[in-house]
């Protein structure tokens, strides 16, 4: 059976930042900050953690934001009992610099079929500038039993 695709509920955004606790996501400081109907919204800081030498945003650090709400979004509109959505490819474009502040990804759904599903993740700087447009394609994978 495909797996269905509407928000699982049952998370909260508290659920959702514990999760990342001890991963990249905790080490660039990563926050989940709202879920909405075809939604899930982060933020990151810019600053030392995140710079690239010359003292922008890291194109890498952009990839690991979209990367990281992207998949989360893709689990979370599955049944997480019947299967797990896995990262399959990845690609994105930098609009914009950024020296400082946060940034803010949105990722919501481009596609959703049996065996895929792809994501459009959007980041914005702190005055909704676009930074960064990424397409995430995720593998769904029914978990053995």
Same mark, same amino acid.
């Given at each position: 059976?495909?797996?269905?695709?509407?928000?699982?509920?049952?998370?909260?955004?508290?659920?959702?930042?514990?999760?990342?606790?001890?991963?990249?996501?905790?080490?660039?400081?990563?926050?989940?900050?709202? *879920?909405?109907?075809?939604?899930?919204?982060? +933020?990151?800081?810019?600053?030392?953690?995140?710079?690239?030498?010359?003292?922008?945003?890291?194109?890498?650090?952009?990839?690991?934001?979209?990367?990281?709400?992207?998949?989360?979004?893709?689990?979370?509109?599955? &049944?997480r009992t019947q299967f797990v959505a896995l990262g399959l490819d990845m690609n994105g474009n930098h609009l914009k610099g950024v020296r400082e502040g946060f940034v803010y990804?949105?990722?919501?759904?481009?596609?959703?079929? +049996?065996?895929?599903?792809?994501?459009?993740?959007?980041?914005? &700087? &702190? *005055?909704?500038?676009?930074?960064? *447009?990424?397409?995430?394609?995720?593998?769904? *994978?029914?978990? +053995? +039993?």
């Amino acid at each position: 059976m495909p797996p269905t695709f509407t928000l699982q509920p049952q998370y909260s955004l508290a659920d959702l930042n514990g999760r990342s606790r001890n991963t990249m996501a905790e080490h660039l400081g990563i926050e989940f900050i709202e *879920v909405g109907e075809d939604f899930l919204k982060a +933020k990151m800081p810019v600053d030392h953690r995140t710079h690239q030498p010359l003292g922008m945003l890291n194109g890498g650090a952009s990839f690991a934001l979209a990367e990281t709400v992207g998949s989360m979004a893709a689990n979370l509109w599955i &049944d997480r009992t019947q299967f797990v959505a896995l990262g399959l490819d990845m690609n994105g474009n930098h609009l914009k610099g950024v020296r400082e502040g946060f940034v803010y990804a949105t990722a919501r759904p481009f596609h959703q079929g +049996k065996a895929t599903s792809v994501w459009e993740i959007k980041i914005e &700087d &702190d *005055v909704a500038n676009l930074v960064c *447009v990424c397409r995430l394609t995720m593998a769904i *994978v029914e978990l +053995k +039993k």
